[in-house]
């Protein structure tokens, strides 16, 4: 059985072109239609603030601030949440130097944001994200990042100590300094690390593969192959140690060329994520700008009823123009995936006709100018 996790309360000051807006829903699903520039990427903006990281913009948090406003901005929204009801408030003071974000839960600060984890998970599907599988490795390896940190809460600062052990490796590297003792310790710090990275991204791969191939359907939501690559490709099996070793021993032979390359060239920030389109038998990037989204979102919801499944609680879904390119019969189908998932959504377009075929199973909003009217 899987609950809803749901916002009750959303409460926001000088959050992007929002100076003071308050709002109350219900657990169902929430559509907000209003023209270009409204404000309905920056209201779902809001609520990925309330998972860890810098939000589905990944902003800098100073750019979040309202133009006009003081220089600080709030959130805060009441979340039926998988514990209990929790109050949850996130933002920066206007006086603050620091560019971390506060957090407040049930109105007490808490050590780290990864406490969000706690009480809901937040997905999303933005279309900044279209170019996922032609872009970068980088933005393919930040997204299968965020499946796993979904599921996986340490995973967030496994990667960042990583990060933080290979730029003091690559320091000493590129300062000729080659004591043994010392750089023998970091890659030993590197290898715990990275290959506790890969195995967390393989399982869950593994997970989500088992699950796409269990609900493989012909409703026009293509399914995808997903494989992890460049980093120890086909050797991920075994005890951990084995593995560690494996890699230290990599590192170690690397130093002298790592060296000249001026950064380590052996990791798990190497590792790629491919992804093939089953039913075709095509790799993602060769398939159309249609048939990629619509990939996309089917992996997106995917990871979504994963979530549920492994936690009891759907998680809540951010999905920014999802049917904008959507006949009406693969618009309905799509909601009915959505709403099969279990959770509150929040979709945005331009217009309400769209969401038709939600019916009684959403509640309306219009946005307008940074203020939200219902219905
Ligand atoms: N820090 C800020 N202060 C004030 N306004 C801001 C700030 N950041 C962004 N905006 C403005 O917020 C407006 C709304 O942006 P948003 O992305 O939410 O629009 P939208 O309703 O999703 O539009 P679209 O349909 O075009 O995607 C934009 O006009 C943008 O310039």
Redesign the pocket.
């Known amino acids: 059985m899987t609950h809803t996790v749901s916002l009750s309360r959303l409460m926001l000051t000088d959050f992007?072109?929002y100076a003071q807006m308050s709002l109350t829903l219900d657990a169902r699903h929430v559509v907000l239609t209003?023209e270009?520039?409204?404000?309905?990427?920056?209201l779902m903006e809001a609520v990925s603030f309330l998972s860890p990281g810098r939000g589905l913009r990944r902003a800098v948090l100073a750019?979040?601030?309202?133009?006009d406003g003081a220089g600080g901005f709030s959130v805060f929204a009441e979340v039926e949440g998988m514990e209990d009801t929790v109050g949850i408030g996130t933002g920066i003071d206007a006086s603050e130097e620091s560019t971390a974000r506060r957090l407040v839960l049930n109105g007490t600060q808490a050590r780290t944001v990864d406490e969000l984890t706690d009480h809901l998970r937040v997905l999303w599907l933005t279309p900044a994200m279209d170019g996922l599988f032609t872009g970068p490795s980088s933005d393919r390896r930040r997204f299968l990042d965020r499946l796993v940190l979904s599921l996986d809460p340490a995973h967030g600062r496994r990667a960042s100590d990583f990060e933080r052990a290979m730029r003091g490796r690559n320091k000493l590297l590129s300062e000729g300094r080659f004591d043994r003792t010392w750089v023998d310790g970091i890659e030993r710090q590197m290898a715990a690390l990275g290959i506790a990275m890969a195995l967390a991204r393989q399982e869950m791969l593994g997970l989500l593969s088992r699950l796409i191939g269990e609900q493989i359907t012909d409703d026009g939501f293509p399914s995808a192959q997903l494989t992890l690559s460049g980093f120890l490709d086909g050797e991920l099996e075994g005890p951990a140690i084995d593995l560690e070793d494996r890699y230290a021993g990599l590192l170690a032979e690397g130093r002298n060329r790592d060296a000249a390359a001026g950064r380590t060239l052996e990791g798990p920030h190497r590792s790629d994520l491919l992804i093939r389109h089953i039913e075709k038998d095509m790799e993602a990037e060769r398939c159309s700008t249609g048939e990629q989204k619509a990939l996309l979102v089917g992996l997106i919801l995917a990871h979504a009823k994963l979530v549920a499944n492994l936690t009891g609680h759907a998680p809540v879904l951010l999905l920014d123009e999802i049917a904008a390119h959507l006949d009406s019969g693969r618009r309905a189908l799509l909601f009915d995936r959505i709403d099969a998932i279990g959770g509150q959504s929040f979709m945005?377009g331009?217009d309400r006709s769209m969401f038709d075929a939600l019916g009684s199973r959403a509640q309306f909003l219009t946005?307008s100018h940074g203020a939200i009217t219902m219905g």
């Open positions: 992007r072109n209003g270009n520039g409204a404000g309905k990427t920056n750019d979040v601030a309202r133009a945005t331009t946005v």
